[in-house]
């Protein structure tokens, strides 16, 4: 199979992309490593068809889906925070660039289109579980570009006949994060200051709760919505189906790592809500979609990944 991956050097765009390779399938890569390195591509960078382009450019967009059945759209301007100081280049490049995707998948007759959504989309609706059919109500730029995204895809089915599927995404983590971004996650944080014994500081009261997703439960569920039946115009939540408080995962992380550095609270960040927990009945009746990695497995991944990295960097 030809694919296309979108944003194919980020986190889980280059899981993706090692995962396809492993599968067999022929890998066509479209980033512009604005915000991510181009050494995540190096593995793989003799067995790719590299685009070194922008999302934002439609005609090479355009170019990029030629020859394509499955188009895994990852690439988008990530962080809320982000998104907040810069509400306007957060739209250009995930609503514009996710509207290019769609109609150069129509143009060229690609067959589906995975689409990287997020949990963010239901931002302050309070209910837990979230379940697929709660009314999204996102609190940020970012949150409502990605529900913007969501709503072109079913459109682009509805429409024009384009299979889509939207993916919703809870708090991926995994080896691989890059904990020197100045909007980077809170795992590779909280690992790397745990590993060199600097402070972690904590927005909030770490109180607050997530449905953290282990990388290859989220490429996994990529690689069955490109070929689910009854799948095409929906949206699926990816996640694990358990809520842990930010206090837990510094719990957890002290005991692997044995070291106890100080944890400093700060204020909440605007934008954030307060506990995310997924509902994924319908990722396992649709797509049969099942979390392999739990929560300490991942961590226990991810803090050898981190020890291996500070390793390297003091030799």
Same mark, same amino acid.
């Given at each position: 199979?030809?694919?296309?991956v ?6 889980i765009?280059?899981? $993706? ?18 915000t ?18 922008d999302l934002?450019?439609? *005609? ?5 889906? #030629?020859?394509?059945?499955v188009?895994? @759209? ?6 809320? &925070? ?8 957060t739209?250009q ?12 998948a129509?143009?060229?007759?690609v067959?589906?289109?995975?689409? +990287? ?8 609706? &309070?209910?837990? &579980?979230?379940?697929?059919? $709660? ?19 079913? %459109?682009?089915? #509805?429409?024009?006949?384009? *299979? ?11 080896p ?6 100045p909007?980077?996650? %809170?795992?590779?944080l ?16 770490? *109180?607050?709760s ?15 919505a490109?070929?689910?039946d009854?799948?095409?115009?929906? +949206? ?15 719990? @957890?992380? #002290? #005991? ?19 506990h ?9 009746? /649709? ?7 739990? $929560?300490?497995?991942g961590?226990?991944?991810? /803090? ?8 390297n960097?003091?030799?």
């Amino acid at each position: 199979m030809n694919c296309l991956v979108t944003g194919g050097a980020g986190f889980i765009g280059h899981n $993706l992309v090692r995962k396809l390779l492993q599968c067999g399938h022929a890998v066509r890569v479209l980033d512009n490593f604005a915000t991510v390195k181009r050494s995540n591509l190096d593995p793989y960078i003799d067995d790719i068809d590299l685009v070194d382009a922008d999302l934002r450019d439609g *005609e090479a967009v355009e170019e990029a889906a #030629r020859g394509i059945e499955v188009i895994y @759209h990852q690439g988008a301007l990530g962080s809320v &925070p982000r998104s907040i100081k810069d509400p306007l280049t957060t739209n250009q490049v995930n609503v514009n660039g996710t509207l290019h995707v769609l109609e150069a998948a129509r143009l060229n007759n690609v067959r589906r289109v995975v689409f +990287a959504s997020s949990s963010s989309v239901y931002g302050r609706n &309070p209910a837990l &579980p979230k379940h697929e059919s $709660l009314d999204p109500s996102p609190a940020s730029p970012y949150a409502v570009s990605k529900l913007a995204g969501e709503q072109y895809c079913q %459109v682009y089915s #509805r429409a024009y006949g384009l *299979e889509t599927v939207a993916l919703r995404y809870f708090n991926v983590f995994g080896p691989g994060q890059d904990p020197n971004s100045p909007y980077a996650a %809170v795992m590779p944080l909280f690992a790397a200051g745990f590993l060199t014994g600097t402070p972690i500081t904590v927005n909030g009261d770490g *109180e607050q709760s997530r449905d953290f997703t282990y990388i290859d439960n989220v490429v996994d569920a990529n690689l069955r919505a490109a070929t689910a039946d009854d799948a095409s115009g929906s +949206a699926f939540n990816v996640a694990c189906g358990q809520r842990t408080t930010l206090n837990e995962v510094l719990d @957890h992380l #002290r #005991r692997m790592t044995e070291v106890d550095t100080e944890i400093v609270y700060g204020p909440d960040r605007p934008g954030d809500v307060r506990h995310s927990l997924a509902d994924i009945d319908r990722a396992q009746s /649709v797509l049969s979609y099942r979390p392999t990695v739990p $929560l300490v497995a991942g961590l226990r991944s991810t /803090v050898d990944y981190y020890r291996s990295v500070v390793e390297n960097a003091s030799s």
